[in-house]
C-alpha cells in the first residue's frame, strides 16, 4: 500500500495537518473560506454543464424518438377539429360533497 517514495511524505503531512487543525483550528479558517469560494465557482461552471449533458444525452434522444413514433402522452398537440379538451372518465370519478370532507 505505502510502496511508493511519496506515500510516507503525504501521510506526515496529513498527520501534520491534523495536528495543526486539532490544535489552533482558528487559523485555518481562511483556508476554509477559499476552498468554500472554489467550490462555489466550480458549482456555478460544471452543474450547468453536467445538467445540460444529461438533459441532451437522456431527455433529448427519449423525445426524439417519441416524436418519431407519434407518441403525444401529455396530449399537447392541437386538434383543430376538436369541439373541446375536455377528457371524460368512466367512470366519472367520486361525488362533488365528497370533497368537502376530504381528511
Known amino acids: 500500500m505505502l510502496s511508493h ?9 496529513a498527520a501534520a495537518m491534523l ?3 486539532l490544535a489552533w483550528p482558528a487559523a485555518l479558517a481562511p483556508l476554509n473560506r477559499l476552498w468554500l469560494r472554489l467550490g ?3 458549482y456555478k461552471i460544471v452543474n450547468p454543464l453536467v445538467m445540460g449533458m444529461v438533459f441532451v444525452t437522456t431527455v433529448v434522444p427519449i423525445g426524439l ?3 418519431a413514433l407519434g407518441k403525444d402522452p401529455l396530449r399537447l398537440r392541437e386538434e383543430p377539429a376538436a369541439a373541446s379538451y375536455w377528457i371524460a372518465r368512466q367512470p366519472p370519478g367520486p361525488e362533488p360533497d365528497t370533497m368537502k370532507h376530504q381528511f
Open 40 to 42: 462555489l465557482v466550480l
Open 19 to 21: 495536528a495543526f487543525a
Open 65 to 67: 424518438v417519441m416524436r
Open 5 to 13: 517514495s511519496y506515500a510516507f511524505w503525504w501521510l506526515g503531512a
